[in-house]
């Protein structure tokens, strides 16, 4: 289809509309080059030209009201051109504003305004009026009516200009490529059937030729194997038999030379049709990818306009524009890296008094970066403003009751920000209409989880604020990380992949009848995909156990699974709608040899894993073993709050060939003795929740416990405490202030013997 037949397709007013979005985004950022450099060549010609574009194509749809305008501002950048004109701020306010307006006019019918009725032949008027006041000398730029300012397109105060209505329209900066427009329909079958492609042809049937040919030896070859059957004996046509061993030798010969040419010719094949159709899901791959500033030109004008507004100077850097986007996701980061530039000019960046006071220029430095990072698309939006006060947001969470003071006394700052993502959570006391409603970092977090992405934040108090976007290069391919679970391939994608790891049975830990491991000095609880995927599925022998983290920051989860089977590259494919939304499943893909394999989704399998653990439904990993991974060797819990005595006793008893696990309270202690055996109690008596007294009480009331020897190590030391003790049921009664080592391991010994370790 030729060039003028896709035009054809289009009324002259959307042509006009599509090249009126295309010279609007070359005026915006000229002229926002121009407010820093006035005299600046380069922008004022860009300028010009797009100002004279404009006024002939509005010209050519008979649209007077844009040629009158687009008129007057040519006049205003030749002028500049020639030396007339130095552009002040207020008269590149003007000129935005006309750009604006004429984006306004340039809408289709019920778009813009009714340029035939009084409103909009004054606002017209008045727009007019201040262009051609800016080329008389020592006039200031005329203001339209306070009514008409408040109709004005782009006030600065309001949300970000919407994106574009069609957002593969020519980039300014490659006017000479030829741009190809086709329906999302058409490009989704186009990836899908591409997709289908590189798995099928694996399966080729270029050579079934050669494959006949090599059929028909074999039946000559049977044929001669029956003659010789039928004469298996026959001395008196010994020649004859001779002959056909000969035939035979020679046909088989031939097969196993046709055979292995056809396998190497296959195996070319093979190669230049995968390379062949990997070249095709490329290209239409790169149909569906934009450069990154083709969804963020807008940002630079936003973030000059409502700086203003807000009483700031503030400027907006953007890094890799050149960066390939996927046009979805593109499209989809619009409002969350709005929210986060609105965030940055209003929370962020200070006055610029106050900047000058700190040392910093008065003028605020908005960054904003696109560029590919392991198989990734990062995205970070920074700012050099005051950054986050970590302490007055660790005060905020505690007045909301988010969390209790002591607990939050002891989060770390990473921690600490995730509560900013919580809904409805706020810094700002009052309401404007920039910020303080609650609304925006929550609108952030779940519009990029849409895309299977993840948001991060880093601050550092007088320097400045970072959120980093994690996405995925496109929506159609993920990178995954391919895991067994009941003998069945299922895709994690790499996005929610914190790490892959094995662990030993020694690293994993009961705590409050929960399994936990520890981490990078963090304890990650532990769940077993089978739970999930296969409840009724044994996980397979072995000692170790592989698991994924996934989930992010507080959220983190270890997933255990059966085994990892590698990374892979897969082409998402949509479930039947019939089906509707199955549970802890997103989509599917089909592997290289044509194996399907189901997408996990990781947020759904994150809320089942927390409903598990609130119901207290949670099973552990290879919990059927947990009395016989130990071989022989006794098994105590030591229960204590204290984390210093809790070590110190677990490494002791372990130096003597004991197997310890550890409980932090009573409680933790109560679930553990419920759920694994032990051959004895080690207990503190102050602890939380439940004291050391009523846990021996516990134990010895249970028909299944009351044989279990319990050894009390305490602070107290009064006669009076230990005979609370022993009635209590204890075997033993230690006081913390006068044993030894061996003092100790004396009293195990005396109660269970030795440890039973070879």
């Not at 196993?256 to 791959?285: F, G, T």
């Not at 008094?353 to 970066?369: D, H, M, N, Q």
């Not at 880093?458 to 290069?473: A, D, E, N, S, V």
């Not at 039947?576 to 996990?600: H, N, Q």
Request: hydrophobic letters at 40%.
């Amino acid at each position: 289809m030729s060039s003028s037949d896709d035009l054809s397709q289009h009324s002259m007013l959307d042509l006009f509309r599509l090249e009126a979005e295309t010279q609007a985004q070359i005026l915006n950022a000229g002229l926002l080059a121009l407010e820093r450099k006035p005299d600046a060549a380069e922008h004022l010609e860009a300028c010009m030209r797009a100002a004279h574009s404009l006024k002939g194509a509005a010209r050519i749809v008979g649209i007077d009201a844009g040629v009158s305008v687009a008129h007057a501002m040519e006049d205003c950048f030749v002028a500049a051109q020639q030396g007339h004109l130095m552009l002040s701020p207020d008269q590149i306010d003007q000129l935005l504003g006309a750009v604006d307006l004429l984006t306004r006019i340039a809408s289709p019918p019920g778009g813009g305004l009714d340029w035939g009725d009084h409103e909009g032949h004054d606002f017209i008027e008045h727009c007019l009026t201040g262009l051609r006041a800016m080329l008389a000398p020592s006039t200031a730029p005329v203001r339209a009516p306070a009514s008409l300012r408040a109709a004005d397109p782009t006030p600065p105060a309001l949300p970000l200009p919407a994106s574009p209505a069609v957002p593969d329209a020519p980039r300014a900066a490659a006017v000479d490529e030829r741009v190809l427009r086709v329906t999302a329909d058409n490009l989704n079958r186009l990836l899908s059937l591409s997709g289908e492609a590189v798995v099928e042809t694996r399966w080729l049937q270029a050579f079934s030729q050669a494959m006949l040919r090599l059929k028909r030896l074999q039946r000559h070859a049977g044929q001669t194997l029956e003659l010789l059957q039928e004469r298996p004996g026959d001395k008196t046509d010994e020649g004859r038999q001779k002959l056909l061993v000969g035939d035979l030798r020679e046909q088989l010969s031939a097969c196993q030379q046709l055979l292995a040419e056809q396998l190497v010719d296959l195996d070319r094949y093979d190669q230049r049709a995968n390379q062949v159709a990997q070249r095709l899901y490329d290209e239409a791959l790169a149909c569906r990818m934009r450069p990154f500033a083709d969804g963020v030109s807008n940002y630079a004008r936003v973030v000059r306009d409502l700086g203003r507004t807000l009483g700031k100077q503030a400027r907006l850097e953007i890094i890799g524009e050149d960066t390939e986007v996927d046009r979805d996701i593109l499209e989809k980061l619009d409002a969350p890296l709005g929210h986060l530039i609105r965030n940055a000019l209003d929370h962020g960046i200070e006055m610029p008094t106050a900047r000058s006071l700190a040392g910093k220029p008065a003028e605020g430095l908005l960054t904003l970066e696109a560029r590919h990072h392991a198989g990734l698309l990062q995205i970070t939006l920074a700012d050099d403003g005051q950054g986050i006060d970590i302490e007055h947001l660790r005060k905020m969470i505690v007045e909301r009751q988010l969390s209790r003071p002591e607990v939050a006394a002891h989060l770390s700052p990473a921690e600490l920000l995730e509560f900013l993502f919580l809904p409805g959570f706020s810094m700002r006391g009052t309401v404007t209409e920039i910020s303080g409603r609650g609304v925006g970092l929550d609108v952030v977090q779940n519009m990029v989880k849409q895309v299977r992405g993840s948001v991060r934040i880093f601050t550092i108090p007088g320097q400045g604020t970072r959120f980093q976007l994690q996405l995925p290069l496109t929506l159609s391919v993920v990178r995954s990380l391919l895991v067994s679970v009941g003998g069945q391939p299922y895709a994690l994608p790499l996005a929610h992949v914190g790490s892959a790891l094995v662990l030993e049975p020694g690293q994993i830990e009961l705590l409050e009848g929960r399994q936990h491991f520890n981490y990078q000095g963090r304890r990650i609880g532990l769940a077993s995909a089978h739970q999930i995927l296969h409840p009724h599925a044994a996980m397979p022998p072995g000692e170790n156990t592989a698991v994924v983290l996934i989930g992010h920051q507080a959220d983190t989860v270890g997933l255990a699974v059966d085994g990892f089977l590698g990374e892979r590259m897969l082409v998402v494919q949509a479930l039947d709608t019939r089906l509707g939304k199955i549970k802890d499943i997103a989509s599917g893909a089909l592997m290289e040899d044509g194996t399907p394999v189901l997408i996990i989704d990781v947020e759904d399998m994150l809320r089942s894993i927390d409903k598990l653990i609130t119901s207290g439904q949670i099973e552990q990993v290879r919990h059927e073993d947990s009395g016989l991974e130990h071989g022989s060797r006794k098994r105590i819990l030591v229960a204590d709050d204290s984390l210093t005595v809790r070590e110190l006793e677990r490494k002791l008893l372990a130096s003597h060939g004991y197997d310890v696990a550890v409980a932090v309270d009573g409680m933790d202690g109560w679930n553990a003795l419920r759920t694994e055996a032990f051959d004895l109690l080690v207990t503190d008596i102050d602890m939380p929740r439940m004291d050391g007294i009523e846990l021996v009480r516990l134990v010895k009331a249970d028909p299944h416990l009351k044989g279990l020897p319990v050894m009390i190590v305490s602070y107290k030391d009064r006669d009076e405490d230990r005979q609370r003790g022993l009635e209590a049921g204890a075997d033993y009664y230690l006081a913390k202030g006068s044993f030894h080592d061996s003092t100790l391991i004396d009293a195990v010994l005396d109660l269970i013997g030795a440890s039973g370790a070879a």
